[in-house]
């Protein structure tokens, strides 16, 4: 599949609502359960993903669309929602990703991309050069894929209770 | 995390409805693209766990409680999907599996089911011996597993596009 702006916001539009109607009210074990060590639980996913709004994606756009000389992203912190979610409890969280990502997409939409635009360029700390392009496929691969982890850690709670069926849920042991 | 009946229907009733929020009226390229061979599209998943509201989990359930001298249960066809979806888009197997889902669980919670039953067993043809409280922490993970595929299935469908950031997003690779 080709990168396409339009199927890309079909994604990042639909990712709060997702969550919401995954997570919104469920039981803290559900939630606020990880994989071990320092890994995600669902609520800190929620975390990560604000996080991601306020510091990540439409900030790195901005400076590839910019003048500016020195066109290299501040490292992202992925770890900053250990402090950042404090005090807050997982349908606060929900609630301000899902404020953050509208007003995050309405600004994308003001922007009007064009080709061109996407062809445009930035230096990201680790990876050397990338495209807007890039950029706008990874934002929707990302939201995917913490839909897809927070389903997996959500999973592994049960572990021990599927009994002989873990054969078959190779998500399991994963 | 023990097995908790009330908890586990937390997981069975949100599925249809995050579901829908993920893939009601979505572009075709997320919606039918795979992973290559027999591998399932979203489309096709959605297809799976309406075949499993009508032959697997309270088919299954019903058998356990039951006073039937042979309690083995049928083996489950894994690709009848594809067959039985032929001619459905994806909108309509999306209601169709609310509607199961939603008569399921009002089966499920008419069986008041007690500790006791929970315990009770039955044989799977290839696993053996399982309980009822065993089938129903799968049902959840299945649930929970399908949501992890068919979204894993959509970020590859970007593969490509994210360029470099592929290092960063191992679930493009699994």
């Known amino acids: 599949m080709e990168f396409n702006l339009v199927k890309s916001i079909e994604i990042l539009e639909r990712t709060p609502s997702v969550l919401e ?14 994989e071990g060590g320092d890994s995600f639980s669902p609520y800190d996913v929620v975390g990560h993903l604000i996080h991601g ?3 990540d994606w439409m900030v790195r756009l901005e400076l590839i669309l910019s003048d500016k000389a020195d ?21 606060q969280l929900l609630t301000e990703f899902k404020t953050l990502r509208e007003k ?23 990876l ?18 913490h839909i897809a982890q927070i389903t997996r850690v959500m999973c592994k ?9 873990i054969t078959y849920l190779p998500i399991l042991t994963r």
């Open 53 to 55: 709004e306020k510091t």
């Open 104 to 126: 995050n997409l309405a600004l994308l939409q003001s922007k009007k991309l064009q080709e061109k635009d996407l062809l445009k360029t930035a230096t990201h700390p680790a």
């Open 21 to 34: 109607h995954l997570l919104h009210n469920i039981s803290p074990e559900w939630a606020m359960s990880n």
């Open 128 to 145: 050397g050069s990338v495209t807007l392009r890039q950029l706008l496929a990874t934002w929707a691969v990302h939201d995917l894929s």
């Open 71 to 91: 066109k290299t992203f501040q490292p992202y912190d992925r770890f900053a929602q250990f402090a950042e979610s404090k005090g807050k409890n997982l349908d």
């Open 157 to 165: 709670q049960y572990k021990e209770e599927v009994g002989p069926w």
